[in-house]
């Protein structure tokens, strides 16, 4: 049996705890109101006050001058350029003057709502990354058992392990979905603001009413307890009954049952991942919408969920906790890697391409605003989730060698995470990004948090699933070449 080190403990706890402190210290230091929200904005504001006149639109107006054919001279066009230059520079100081106040009153109270939901924006990507990764580490595992692979089952109480964390981040989800329906103390949902659905309100808004069957509070938290529920009671039932299965002596019933419920668990993950991916994601934009995003963000989580796996299976094989595992099970999972970075971004591609092509304003904002303000981390994250693992990965013989493995994942989870931050950050802080103390904050308490569970979880069960009836096949699965690398085909006869 593996034993949960101390070490191990400690270092995750210390985690939790500078992640909470960190998560506090952001969520301190936001502005408390409007005129906070000012202060930040006059120091931000640069000294000639963004009203100039360029020369580029005075040029343009010279240029409309000589079309429409009146003939002056060089002297005469410098003039009319100066008298263009200063009727301008006068009208907008004009405008100031009227406007500038109630502008700077707008602009400041929408400063205030993106700094807001700055550190619950934050805590919301490295939560949802979090989850995600458990939920699709669940997904696989069903998959494996539905399809009675057998090379995987030496993994299954890896697999198992890692769901583990699903219960506390579906916790703290829970706690931010009744935040924001319930409570109101978040705002990163725009649709959940007053007035939204009332027709004599000014902050009505009619796209989204035309969504309310859907995006309406009661429906949109039911909704979410409901996949809450089902994939903790999967994950719950399963992982009883595959202990249960060490011992059971009932002539494979237990194994049949297992087998049945997760084919109906597989059936109601793709409805519910789908859906949760609308409201929890694609709600943040209500305005947007795309027809495969559920796929999209299905691939992402899957090819990081897989990641992990290799990550907590090459530790704990270090560690000498799993006998049956050997280099061809690490290839397999690095194959799945390998493919599940190509499928993202056949699905990244396919969504950019199409929406791109056809040109729909209220397609192509969602790429527009990404692209010109979230450009370093857009291109970036199609490079690390796509480039990357492709020149890594494409040899065979690199997917069994761990270290190898360790460095693209690392690249890989980064790439994903960023994925996650694109999908958040612009719909909820707009341009008030950057990653600091709340970003890392929250991925250390969340690191903090799987760390503790998924190894606290492998303790408690013995790491070989003996009642398994494909233990012996998975246990003798190997590739060839694999297992003899480095001889020559004359040490074979």
Known sequence: ???????????????????????????????????????IMASQTSHDGGHAISNEEVKKDIHTTEVKGDSISHGEMENHAEEVHQEATKEVHAAADVHGENHDDEHAEHLYHQLKNKPWSALYVSLFFFLGISLLVLAFYASQRVAQSAWSVVLFRVMEAITANLVPTSIIMLLVILSASVLHINHMFPWMADGVFDPSSPNYDPIIDGKSWWM??????????????????????????????????????????????SVGFIFLFMITESMMSWDWIMG???????????????????????????????????????????????????????GFSIFWTYLWFSQFMLIWYADIPEETTYFVMRFNEYKLPFLAMVVMNFAFPILLLLNSDYKSIPWFIVIGGVVILGGHYIDVFIMVMPATVGSQWFFGIAEISALLFFLGIFIYTVFSAFAKANPIPKGNPFLKESEYFHYYNIEHRGEGSGDHH
């Open 216 to 261: 309406n509070t009661p429906g949109w938290t039911i909704r979410s307890i409901v996949y809450l529920a089902i994939w903790n009671g999967y994950r719950w039932f399963i992982r009883r009954n595959s202990i249960k299965e060490d011992t059971a002596n009932d002539g494979l019933k237990t194994y049949k049952l297992n087998y049945n419920v």
């Open 1 to 39: 049996m593996y034993q949960f080190s101390g070490k191990l403990k400690t270092f995750s706890i210390a985690l939790i705890l500078l992640g909470a402190l960190g998560i506090a210290f952001s969520f301190y230091t936001a502005p408390k109101s409007i005129e906070d929200a000012k202060e």
């Open 284 to 338: 943040l934009d209500p305005h947007w919408f795309s027809t495969l995003f559920g796929w999209y963000v299905l691939s992402g989580l899957l090819v990081s969920a897989i990641t992990v796996i290799a990550f907590v299976t090459i530790y704990l094989r270090s560690k000498g906790a799993l006998p049956g595992v050997n280099d061809s099970h690490i290839h397999d999972l690095a194959k799945f890697m390998f």
